[in-house]
């Protein structure tokens, strides 16, 4: 029941932000027009008096006069068209607007929502464990293997590297930097396993590259 008050509230806000600028008067065009006009009168009055101090001849004051005129016409029309043909067309618009979004987002929600599903607690949920991978389930795998190549032989940088490429795979930062550390100390001419170490310290930093990881790209 809380969920429906909820989803009530919700759409009411919603309408009432949507439909209100519809149900408002907007004075803006008639304003505009009446302004106009306003304007075109002044403009008449200013010619009269131009006129007479003789500051136009009559053909220049009549001329201008049935300019002004026609102007001032065409504000007044526009002025009564607005006023009334405004108010009408945007409450039909307002009432279709408040009809159709209630009845659009309930066939919706009822057609792809759940609204007999239980609440359930976020607290409560089980998160299912996350599933690796095909490649890093493969990278565990095969640790063991490279430990025991290294038990044979700690000096074997080959083993070392196989086992920071792993740790790298499986997300192993910590352990991928170590042991790449320690094939780089085996091996410092070779650039791939530089390379490799700069890689695993850049993302143990969290992408940032430290001076470490720096310097080991420097050298691959």
């Keep these: 029941m809380i969920f429906w008050i909820i989803l009530a509230g919700l759409t009411g806000a919603l309408l009432a932000w949507t439909v209100w600028p519809l149900l408002r008067a907007k004075p803006d065009d008639a304003t505009r027009a009446a302004y106009d006009a306003a304007v075109y009168y002044d403009q008449?009055?200013?010619?009269e008096r131009?006129?007479?101090?003789g500051l136009i001849d009559d053909g220049q004051a009549e001329a201008a006069r049935i300019e002004i005129e026609r102007r001032l016409l065409a504000a007044g029309r526009a002025a009564g068209l607005t006023g009334r043909a405004g108010g009408r067309r945007h409450l039909a618009l307002a009432a279709a607007v408040a009809l159709?979004?209630?009845l659009v987002a309930l066939s919706l929600y009822l057609?792809?929502?759940s609204p007999g599903q239980p609440g359930e607690?976020?607290?409560?949920r089980d998160a299912a464990p996350a599933e690796p991978s095909g490649l890093v389930a493969e990278a565990r795998a095969r640790l063991d293997a490279v430990r025991a190549r290294i038990e044979a032989d700690p000096q074997d940088a080959q083993a070392w590297f196989d086992l920071g490429r792993l740790h790298l795979v499986s997300g192993d930062l910590a352990g991928a930097s170590v042991a790449l550390a320690r094939a780089r100390a085996l091996?410092?001419?070779r650039t791939?396993?530089?390379?490799?170490q700069g890689e695993a310290l850049a993302r143990l930093a969290e992408g940032m590259v430290t001076a470490e990881a720096r310097a080991a790209f420097a050298t691959a």
């Design 44 to 47: 008449l009055q200013e010619l």
């Design 50 to 53: 131009d006129r007479t101090r």
């Design 100 to 102: 159709a979004v209630p």
């Design 111 to 113: 057609d792809l929502g």
């Design 121 to 124: 607690p976020f607290a409560g």
């Design 187 to 189: 091996a410092p001419e």
């Design 192 to 196: 791939e396993i530089a390379s490799a």
